[in-house]
């Protein structure tokens, strides 16, 4: 089990490496801060600064950056993880897109993208919507019960809603048809058409706690003044959360999209342990596909070449996010 | 000028990196793979061989399994006090994904246990990493030891694509078969034929009960219900050629499209589990050994838990075929391989550790600890009533020469292909003729890459 989450996770790292990067000037922007930096020789505290870097940059170059280029390499050649690799130039990367199978599975990523992301995202602003307007008691109490299931290794959750799914004997289906609803009873991983919603809801419970937490930590930052004034200009609580609560919250929202997409593009654990993919191809996503690539047919190079496509989305994806975000807070 | 800074110190990263991870992956293939050294001529004197450690990798490490590797290490290093074993277990999968990396290296062990197939011996083949042991076999007399099939599963031509012959690579210690349980309660007069069976299964819809347990969430449990239909449907040599890939051989026949059409029927009749799709493995196994269901297609690897669950009340035996008291006709194999690396300096101290796994006094020490020895020995009978009945198919299907291979060794892929086609058809989305017509594009396909 090791082995496959460690795939799962090398898109994150160079998503996280995106980040990083982009974080990489801040110590530069101190020495100009400082102000005094101008009285000094130029040059020599900037030449200082970059000794600071060199440990980060030995540790980040070694485990993130060095396997990133490698794995690039890796992509370029028909190799199954002893022999001699084939170099193939772009071959592998061409494959994935004209597999229908691999294109298949980014689909289903971006499906699973409406439910880790979007959904979590949309509860999260109704419960902040509600929190702004009123104080709920014990409200402490239920946020820290809706952040449970963030808490729970993905494995245990997988495992748990695979038995609540059970056709026969879950929960659902049992209450289904105890209260006249059996038509209503599905075989939820077992059917085509419902199993990658049923896939997806498992990343909904799993994400929505998280944008709850930080949407609603961010309603409370937020002025009371600026409620007072909405509501001296007359507006209602639909006006009031679209005029004040939504604007202010864009800071916590680009983080919790953020995070959520993450989590929905690099979706090993759920898939694996709940569907394996099936039935058929129907729930198979890139980060599974990856694994299987690499660890169970031996085609190392196309499970890289994979990898790096699918780091390339999230990389794209979470940029857009944070673009839009920034242009909003400097508006 | 700040990015293109930082720009190029990740270049200068990346080139530090790329430059220390250069060349083509893998290596040179002729420089890092090792001769084979010499082919032995004679049993060799393993007491002689002077001190000698051996480095075992297994995955011997569940219940009777651990119980037998570790009685017979011990055994061997009383023989041999000059022999030391050095056993390194593993879970299966650990084992699986970690072997190639370790084998490949520079202290790689003595004897490893390599899965048959494509995925993993087929590779380590291909990189010339396991020794090639027929003039061990010969000298141990290896060949009469086996049923045929679980020889040839064991070997490889030396372009490691094609298996099933050439150079035989290792020895198994223990069988596996899959046909079916039954609950002695409900079934009390066993089918003799297939078409029995079908009226039994009828009759126990009829009844109300589940006919037979099948949960297929986890895609190939599907690829084991259809095998075991296939071999009554289909000549059990078609099934060979077409896993061992002979020239010739297709999925695309009209025997293996009866077979999809039979199931896809029992499918549509309600012989299933409902929504067996979206049911796991083990919850519709634990359901059989709970006492719903008439029948449960399953492998002998459920055996201890069904015996340990329902006592006496439950039977085992191969799907009856067309006739009654015909040859039996099983899915089934055999444990992974013990294997000889080619990097071992002792290959001669490895093959007689091979040899005393596999040999009469290994048949008892496998039976004494519910095992079911995959050696055409004689073994001490077991007591309980489903082992014995297990014993029993084994022996028939060995003396028959009755076992079909699993079909998911035939590509690298093909356990996934396959299964996820299964699911698609039972669930009527393809009809049979575009089920045996896809799956076998689909090893096509895998070939040409």
Not at chain 1, 248 to 271: C, K, P, Q, Y
Not at chain 2, 372 to 395: E, F, I, Q
Request: with cysteine; hydrophobic share 45%; net charge neutral.
């Amino acid at each position: 089990m090791a082995r496959p989450v460690a795939t799962a996770d090398t898109p994150v790292a160079l998503g996280r490496g995106g980040g990083a990067s982009a974080d990489a000037p801040e110590p530069a922007r101190r020495v100009r801060f400082g102000g005094r930096a101008r009285d000094r020789p130029p040059g020599e505290p900037r030449r200082v600064a970059y000794l600071y870097l060199i440990p980060a940059a030995l540790i980040f170059g070694t485990f993130t950056l060095a396997p990133l280029v490698h794995s690039v390499w890796l992509s370029l050649f028909q190799w199954d993880g002893i022999t001699a690799g084939k170099w193939v130039g772009l071959h592998n990367y061409a494959d994935v897109l004209s597999d229908p199978v691999q294109r298949e599975a980014f689909g289903h990523a971006l499906v699973l993208l409406i439910f880790y992301a979007v959904i979590p995202l949309l509860i999260g602003l109704l419960i902040a919507g509600l929190v702004a307007r009123s104080h709920i008691r014990g409200f402490a109490f239920f946020r820290v019960v809706l952040f449970l299931p963030q808490v729970i290794a993905l494995v245990v959750v997988a495992v748990m809603w695979r038995m609540i799914y059970d056709p026969n004997d879950g929960p659902i289906n049992e209450t289904l048809r105890s209260i006249g609803l059996g038509g209503l009873a599905k075989s939820w991983l077992g059917d085509f058409d419902v199993a990658l919603p049923a896939v997806g809801l498992i990343g909904t419970w799993v994400m929505y706690g998280l944008a709850m937490v930080l949407l609603t930590a961010g309603v409370q930052k937020i002025p009371r003044s600026l409620y007072d004034a909405a509501r001296v200009d007359g507006a209602g609580p639909v006006r009031e959360f679209f005029a004040v609560t939504l604007p202010a919250l864009r800071g916590e929202i680009a983080v919790a999209l953020t995070l959520s997409t993450i989590a929905a593009l690099r979706n090993f654990d759920l898939v694996y342990i709940t569907t394996k993919g099936g039935p058929g191809t129907s729930t198979s996503v890139p980060a599974y596909q990856v694994y299987e690539r690499a660890f169970l047919t031996g085609k190392v190079g196309s499970a890289s070449a994979m990898g790096l496509m699918l780091a390339a989305l999230i990389f794209v994806l979470s940029a857009i996010i944070n673009r839009v975000a920034e242009r909003g807070q400097a508006r | 000028m700040k990015a293109s800074r930082v720009l190029g110190s990740v270049v200068a990263i990346g080139a530090t990196a790329l430059a220390a991870g250069c060349g083509t992956p893998g290596g040179d293939d002729s420089s890092n793979a090792p001769k084979t050294t010499t082919a032995a001529q004679a049993k060799p004197d393993i007491a002689k061989a002077g001190n000698v450690t051996l480095t075992v990798w297994d995955q011997e490490v569940r219940g009777g399994q651990a119980a037998q590797i570790k009685e017979l290490n011990k055994q061997f290093q009383a023989k041999y006090p000059n022999v030391k074993i050095k056993r390194v277990a593993k879970s299966f999968d650990d084992l699986n994904t970690t072997l190639k990396l370790a084998v490949s290296g520079p202290k790689a062990p003595d004897v490893v246990e390599a899965n048959q197939g494509l995925g993993v011996m087929g590779q380590l083949v291909k990189a010339k990493l396991l020794r090639p042991i027929d003039d061990y076999a010969k000298i141990y007399g290896w060949a009469d030891r086996y049923p045929s099939l679980l020889l040839d599963l064991n070997k490889f031509e030396a372009n490691g694509t094609t298996f099933g012959s050439g150079d035989l690579y290792g020895l198994s210690q223990m069988g596996e078969i899959v046909g079916v349980f039954y609950n002695k309660k409900k079934v009390t007069t066993p089918p003799k034929t297939l078409a029995e069976f079908e009226q039994q299964l009828a009759a126990a819809k009829q009844s109300g009960d589940v006919p037979i347990q099948f949960g297929n969430l986890d895609k190939w449990p599907g690829i084991h219900e259809y095998e075991t239909v296939l071999g009554q449907v289909a000549p059990k040599q078609s099934v060979r050629d077409f896993v061992f890939q002979k020239s010739g051989a297709s999925f695309d026949t009209p025997e293996f499209q009866d077979a999809a059409a039979k199931i896809q029927d029992w499918a549509k009749k309600g012989y299933f589990t409902d929504d067996f799709n979206g049911t796991g493995y083990d919850p519709a196994w634990q359901r059989f050994a709970k006492g719903r269901g008439h029948f449960l297609i399953a492998g002998t690897w459920l055996v201890a838990d069904l015996a340990k669950q329902m006592g006496d009340n439950v039977g085992f035996m191969p799907l009856p075929g067309q006739q009654a008291g015909g040859d039996p006709v099983a899915l089934g194999g055999e444990s992974l391989p013990f294997t000889v690396t080619s990097k071992s300096k002792h290959p001669d101290v490895a093959a007689a550790y091979i040899d005393f796994l596999t040999d009469q006094n290994a048949t008892n020490v496998l039976a004494q600890t519910d095992n079911l020895p995959a050696m055409k020995y004689d073994a001490p009978a077991p007591s309980a009533a489903l082992t014995k009945d297990v014993a029993t198919a084994w022996k028939a299907l060995g003396d028959a020469d009755g076992l079909i291979p699993y079909a998911d060794y035939t590509t690298p892929t093909f356990g996934d292909d396959l299964g996820g086609a299964i699911q698609q058809m039972l669930a009527g989305k393809d009809s049979p003729t575009d089920f045996t017509k896809g799956v076998q594009e689909k090893v096509d396909a895998s070939k040409s890459s």
